[in-house]
C-alpha cells in the first residue's frame, strides 16, 4: 500500500527589516524560483511574514529558501589573479576546499547589466548562465579583450563562484559559470539574481508552522 502524502502546511518566515520594495524583491525571487502561492505581508515592529506552502516546495530544502529570502544577491564580474597582486583584495571561494581568490576592487559588469540569467542543474553539470545587456555585453567584450590570458572572477556577495582563463574577448555577451560546491545551488542562484538584489542586514528572526495572518491582504504573492 502507498503511503498518502503528508498534508500540505503553511510555513511562515518572519523577515526583518520590511518593506514594500523588500517585499517586492522577495516575491520577484519566489516566482523566479517558481514557488506559487506564496503571500509576503507587511507585520508589526516593521518585518515581514512570508508564507510558502510546503507542498509547493518539496524539493527545495530550508537552506536554499532562507537564503533565497534574505542573500543580498550584489553580483559582479572582476579581474582576478590565483596570486596576491598589489591592488586585489582577497575573497574566499565558494568551494570549501579552494585556495583563495584575489579580485579587483571594482566590478566591470554588475546587477544593473543583467537582461536575463538561468540554471543549468542536471547530473552532469551544475552551472549558470547570464546573458547581459547591450551595455553590459560591450563592457564585458571591451574588459575581457584587456584580460586574455589572465583571470577573471564571478562574484555574489563578497564570494567568488567561479574563476575562470580568459582565452578570448567575449563577444556574445553571455557568460557560463559553475554553481557547485556552494549550498545555494544554480536554481537558488538563479532566483537571487533574477529577482533583484536586497539591501544588507535583511534577516530571518523566526518562523512557524501556519499563517499569521489568513485573512491579511498580502503586500505581493509570486503568482
Not at 44 to 67: F, Q
Amino acid at each position: 500500500m502507498v503511503p498518502a502524502p503528508a498534508a500540505a502546511q503553511t510555513y511562515t518566515s518572519i523577515i526583518e527589516p520590511g518593506s514594500p520594495e523588500i517585499a517586492q524583491t522577495i516575491c520577484a525571487r519566489l516566482r523566479t524560483l517558481d514557488l506559487p502561492n506564496a503571500r509576503v505581508l507587511p507585520i508589526a515592529g516593521g518585518r515581514l511574514a512570508v508564507e510558502t506552502n510546503t507542498a509547493d516546495h518539496p524539493n527545495i530544502n530550508g537552506a536554499t529558501l532562507a537564503a533565497v529570502l534574505t542573500q543580498p544577491g550584489v553580483f559582479g564580474l572582476h579581474a582576478a589573479s590565483e596570486r596576491p597582486v598589489e591592488g586585489l583584495e582577497e575573497r574566499r571561494p565558494a568551494h570549501a576546499d579552494a585556495a583563495s581568490v584575489f579580485v579587483a576592487p571594482d566590478a566591470f559588469v554588475t546587477n544593473a547589466d543583467l537582461a536575463g540569467v538561468q540554471a543549468v542543474a542536471n547530473q552532469t553539470d551544475r552551472a549558470v548562465v547570464v546573458v547581459l545587456s547591450g551595455q553590459g555585453s560591450q563592457r564585458l567584450q571591451g574588459s575581457s579583450a584587456t584580460l586574455v590570458g589572465r583571470h577573471l572572477a564571478v562574484v555574489v556577495d563578497d564570494v567568488v563562484w567561479d574563476l575562470q582563463t580568459v582565452d578570448a574577448p567575449i563577444a556574445d555577451g553571455r557568460l557560463r559559470f559553475s554553481a557547485s560546491g556552494a549550498d545555494l545551488g544554480p536554481v537558488g542562484l538563479v532566483a537571487v539574481l533574477a529577482g533583484g538584489p536586497l539591501p544588507d542586514g535583511v534577516h530571518i528572526v523566526g518562523s512557524q508552522l501556519g499563517s499569521e495572518d489568513p485573512g491579511a491582504v498580502p503586500t505581493c504573492t509570486s503568482n
